[in-house]
């Protein structure tokens, strides 16, 4: 298991080619590494209460639901939306076209694939995680 002092120094050295206006987390699972990167990066942030899986990562619905309306404004804004974990990409795909409008859009996980991650490793446990 990663230490957290690892991880977040993978958040401290990571490099974005574009200059965002706003942090989206997918909650919950983005909720933790988009406060960690608003922290660096001091933009605005906003909430996609998205679900798809349970906490044993298995899927809840056939597709991933928006449980809450949008309540913030992403309308021409070049965001960066936030996920902990991208297994299938289905629940980043479902955060990016509820996003249609802004002005661009990239992804950031924590591990896997995404336009930016840390890792991309098949086994891997958070360590803000308290199960």
């Known amino acids: 298991m990663k230490s ?8 401290l050295e990571i490099e974005f080619d574009e200059q965002f206006d706003m942090v989206v987390a997918v909650a919950n699972g983005g909720i933790i590494p988009a406060a ?3 922290q660096r990066l001091s933009l605005e942030f906003g909430l996609l209460k998205i679900n798809y899986r349970d906490s044993f990562q ?3 619905y ?6 809450e309306p949008i309540s913030f404004d992403f309308q021409n804004r070049t965001i960066l939306v936030v996920d902990d974990r991208v297994k299938t ?8 076209e509820l996003l249609k409008g ?3 859009i990239k992804t950031f996980a924590v591990n896997g694939k995404a336009d930016y991650s ?3 490793e098949e086994c ?8």
């Open 62 to 67: 056939d597709s991933p639901k928006l449980l």
């Open 58 to 60: 298995k899927p809840r």
């Open 102 to 104: 802004a002005k661009l």
């Open 89 to 96: 990409g289905a629940s980043l795909r479902t955060a990016c």
């Open 36 to 38: 960690i990167l608003n």
């Open 124 to 131: 891997f446990n958070f360590p803000w995680n308290l199960n």
């Open 118 to 120: 840390l890792y991309d």
């Open 4 to 11: 957290f002092s690892e991880v977040l120094q993978r958040f």
